[in-house]
């Protein structure tokens, strides 16, 4: 796993079936270039497609998770590149992941940053996170979903104000406004988010992959097909081994020990 040189791969004694992807560019704050796009994106897939691993943390540094996409290697292209080259397309595929991805942020999550946060599933927030898409300052704007995803998760007045004006936003306002799920001191963000990440990873990976489903279902559907969704993939959760065991356990009073089929 050590053929990554913008990111450290890991798996945590401390969390079983738990993948930790750091993003490692500590002179650039960990500013988002091609390269570690590509080795997130690779990492990540090849997490997703290991049986053994039933949740992904994604982390920064203290000082920053990612302080945007690289500036320095944007500045140089022009339309006629980004375009053909569909620029930030390969972030799109962690969206497609069945496996959850936690983002764990400390610091700066500016720019890119905020995104590539926002494209993980579930976002724990240290108390000196900040989160903001200051592109407009740069003559650009957010690329990787960050006008569309802040917009849902904190609704048009702030995200609006955010992408016009770059302002950014502390850990408190990003709870207060739904972006983040909750905060934790600095000091014990990674391990509660290892915490979490091995809590979701010993359930049935198949369950845990349809309620991440059912959820992401209500960003692309109306109240009442996303219902139906819902109801269709929760009679489906009957056909698995797991909800017998899962039922069976709290019936038998023990702790039920899921198959992940
Ligand atoms: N890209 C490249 N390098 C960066 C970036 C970045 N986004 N952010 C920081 N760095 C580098 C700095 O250049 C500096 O390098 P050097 O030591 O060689 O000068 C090093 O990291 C440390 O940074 P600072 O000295 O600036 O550290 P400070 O603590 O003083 O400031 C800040 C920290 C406030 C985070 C500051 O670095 C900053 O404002 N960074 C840029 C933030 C930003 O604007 N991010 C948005 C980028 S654009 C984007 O993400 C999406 C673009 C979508 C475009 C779509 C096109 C298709």
Redesign the pocket.
């Known amino acids: 796993m050590s053929e990554y040189e913008t990111i450290l791969v890991d798996r945590p004694e401390s969390a079983p079936r738990v993948g930790l992807i750091t993003l490692h560019r500590p002179?650039?704050?960990n500013?988002?270039?091609r390269q570690l796009m590509l080795e997130v994106v690779e990492a990540a897939t090849a997490f997703d497609r290991d049986p053994e691993i039933g949740a992904i943390v994604i982390t920064g540094s203290e000082?920053?998770f990612?302080?945007?996409?690289?500036?320095?290697?944007?500045q140089p292209q022009g339309f006629p590149q980004?375009y053909v080259d569909d620029?930030?397309r390969d972030w799109d595929r962690l969206a497609d992941l069945r496996t959850p991805l936690i983002a764990a942020v400390a610091g700066?999550a500016?720019?890119?940053?905020?995104?590539l946060a926002m494209l993980c599933d579930i976002l724990l927030a240290a108390d000196t996170a900040s989160f903001?898409?200051?592109?407009i300052?740069?003559g650009?704007?957010?690329?990787?979903g960050?006008s569309q995803r802040l917009t849902r998760a904190v609704g048009k007045a702030k995200a609006m104000e955010m992408c016009l004006t770059?302002r950014t936003m502390k850990a408190e306002e990003a709870e207060r406004s739904g972006l983040v799920s909750r905060i934790i001191p600095a000091a014990e963000l990674l391990d509660e988010a290892l915490k979490v990440a091995a809590t979701i990873a010993g359930f049935s990976a198949p369950i845990v992959a349809m309620a991440k489903e059912a959820v992401n279902r209500s960003y692309e559907s109306t109240l009442a097909e996303g219902i139906r969704f819902e109801r269709r993939l929760f009679h489906s959760t009957f056909a698995t081994a797991d909800q017998k065991e899962g039922m069976g356990a709290f019936v038998e009073k023990r702790t039920p020990a899921f198959g992940h089929h």
Request: net charge neutral.
């Open positions: 002179k650039a704050l500013a988002l270039n000082r920053a990612a302080a945007g996409a690289d500036i320095k290697e944007m980004v620029l930030f700066h500016l720019g890119g940053g905020c995104e903001g898409q200051p592109e300052r740069l650009v704007i957010p690329g990787i960050g770059g």
